[in-house]
């Protein structure tokens, strides 16, 4: 039985220090108003976005010939290979592999630090604490606290300058018009179920099951997704756009390996964000299986995968201690789709939005 590595080795003590456990933020907060649509507000942690103007980057990409392509046109995705802190720290004692759910422990734990903090505030404390040790000539302090200042600093462009992480405007452009009604959407590698949450406000009135083996993501990523947060989708009454919540969707959470699922073909939509890359080309075709097996005859199998960018690499490689823990390739959409359409999926929709490529597929 492998050990498992205490999340707590992974962000630096200094780290945990400029980024406190929040009191009082969205996460956990009962909700107490509904949001026309159109709103549009930064917050301490992130941005909300119910704005119907089309998003800041949605390149369509869905004519690709998708059979034409071949492994030398595409060419071989990037892979983030420089590893955590606790990773190194765990191989050096343990002389053997992190295993892979012991890294997944570690990066959920890790981005929800993130996704917690509330960044101003953070960084105030993070200056004033640079302030300090420089008062002290404290020079290692002080390189802590720039550390921290420089993390937050990215954190804050990607998750609330850019809204590159959740991108729900992107995210919309790339799920818009499906071919179901009251669909059940199964969330494989489901972390914060944010994308199922998005699908079902669009496509209201199903239900939604998430499965993540990490059990944190159904406590807290999950468990603890604010209560307020609005998805824009449609009041299938009506037909006019309007908010939806976490709280006003059937949702189940399924802490189990995917491997394990004993579902049958049942559902209208079969999800993975960020699921793909992780798979070194050998089990990609049993990663691409996991979604097929579970999708209705002319289902919908919807998948995104980090893109293969300068600004993803550097943000891969400058928090490489919180991020890094496990496998993980950066690839360009002609590559994703070459990997689905080759392993019998037909592409129906593909883009590429700010920070993933998206595809839309059927079982062929
Ligand atoms: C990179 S994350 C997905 C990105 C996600 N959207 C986020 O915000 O972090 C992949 C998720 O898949 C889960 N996962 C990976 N392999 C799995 C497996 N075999 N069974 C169940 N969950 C798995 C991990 O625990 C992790 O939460």
Redesign the pocket.
């Given at each position: 039985m492998a050990t498992l590595v205490s999340p707590e080795a992974s962000p630096t003590p200094a780290s945990r220090r400029a980024f406190p456990a929040p009191t009082g933020t969205p996460w956990g907060r009962p909700r107490t108003r509904r949001h026309e649509p159109g709103f549009h507000e930064l917050t301490g942690q992130y941005r909300i976005d119910l704005r119907t103007q089309p998003p800041d980057l949605f390149r369509d990409v869905s004519t690709t010939n998708w059979g034409a392509l071949t492994a030398l046109d595409v060419g071989t995705p990037y892979r983030t290979e420089k590893w955590s802190r606790a990773r190194r720290e765990y191989e050096a004692t343990h002389d053997a592999p992190l295993p892979?759910?012991d890294g997944?422990r570690l990066?959920?734990t890790s981005?929800h630090r993130f996704f917690l903090t509330d960044v101003p505030a953070a960084q105030q404390q993070a200056k004033a604490a640079f302030g300090a040790a420089l008062a002290r000539m404290d020079v290692h302090e002080a390189q802590e606290a720039l550390a921290d200042l420089a993390h937050l600093a990215i954190w804050n462009k990607i998750m609330r300058v850019e809204d590159a992480?959740w991108d729900p405007r992107g995210k919309r452009a790339l799920f818009q018009g499906l071919d179901v009604r009251k669909p059940r959407i199964l969330f494989?590698?489901?972390?914060?179920g944010?994308?199922a949450m998005q699908l079902a406000a669009m496509y209201p009135g199903g239900e939604i099951v998430l499965?993540?083996?990490?059990a944190f993501?159904a406590t807290d990523?999950f468990g603890a997704f604010p209560t307020e947060y609005p998805f824009l989708g449609v009041d299938p009454t009506t037909g006019h756009p309007r908010a939806w919540y976490r709280d006003e969707m059937p949702i189940h959470f399924e802490v189990?390996?995917?491997?394990d699922l004993t579902y049958g073909a049942e559902f209208d939509v079969v999800v993975s964000?960020?699921?793909l890359e992780?798979f070194p080309d050998e089990h990609k075709p049993l990663c691409i299986d996991m979604h097929r097996r579970f999708v209705k005859p002319g289902g919908y199998v919807v998948m995104t995968t980090p893109r293969n960018q300068f600004r993803t690499r550097a943000f891969y490689n400058l928090m490489a201690d919180w991020m890094n823990h496990g496998y993980r390739e950066l690839m360009t959409v002609e590559q994703m789709g070459r990997y689905c359409f080759t392993n019998g999926l037909d592409i129906l929709r593909a883009g590429v939005i700010k920070a993933h490529n998206g595809l839309i597929m059927r079982v062929r």
């Amino acid at each position: 039985m492998a050990t498992l590595v205490s999340p707590e080795a992974s962000p630096t003590p200094a780290s945990r220090r400029a980024f406190p456990a929040p009191t009082g933020t969205p996460w956990g907060r009962p909700r107490t108003r509904r949001h026309e649509p159109g709103f549009h507000e930064l917050t301490g942690q992130y941005r909300i976005d119910l704005r119907t103007q089309p998003p800041d980057l949605f390149r369509d990409v869905s004519t690709t010939n998708w059979g034409a392509l071949t492994a030398l046109d595409v060419g071989t995705p990037y892979r983030t290979e420089k590893w955590s802190r606790a990773r190194r720290e765990y191989e050096a004692t343990h002389d053997a592999p992190l295993p892979i759910i012991d890294g997944w422990r570690l990066f959920n734990t890790s981005f929800h630090r993130f996704f917690l903090t509330d960044v101003p505030a953070a960084q105030q404390q993070a200056k004033a604490a640079f302030g300090a040790a420089l008062a002290r000539m404290d020079v290692h302090e002080a390189q802590e606290a720039l550390a921290d200042l420089a993390h937050l600093a990215i954190w804050n462009k990607i998750m609330r300058v850019e809204d590159a992480v959740w991108d729900p405007r992107g995210k919309r452009a790339l799920f818009q018009g499906l071919d179901v009604r009251k669909p059940r959407i199964l969330f494989l590698g489901a972390a914060d179920g944010y994308e199922a949450m998005q699908l079902a406000a669009m496509y209201p009135g199903g239900e939604i099951v998430l499965v993540d083996y990490d059990a944190f993501c159904a406590t807290d990523r999950f468990g603890a997704f604010p209560t307020e947060y609005p998805f824009l989708g449609v009041d299938p009454t009506t037909g006019h756009p309007r908010a939806w919540y976490r709280d006003e969707m059937p949702i189940h959470f399924e802490v189990a390996d995917i491997r394990d699922l004993t579902y049958g073909a049942e559902f209208d939509v079969v999800v993975s964000i960020g699921l793909l890359e992780h798979f070194p080309d050998e089990h990609k075709p049993l990663c691409i299986d996991m979604h097929r097996r579970f999708v209705k005859p002319g289902g919908y199998v919807v998948m995104t995968t980090p893109r293969n960018q300068f600004r993803t690499r550097a943000f891969y490689n400058l928090m490489a201690d919180w991020m890094n823990h496990g496998y993980r390739e950066l690839m360009t959409v002609e590559q994703m789709g070459r990997y689905c359409f080759t392993n019998g999926l037909d592409i129906l929709r593909a883009g590429v939005i700010k920070a993933h490529n998206g595809l839309i597929m059927r079982v062929r």
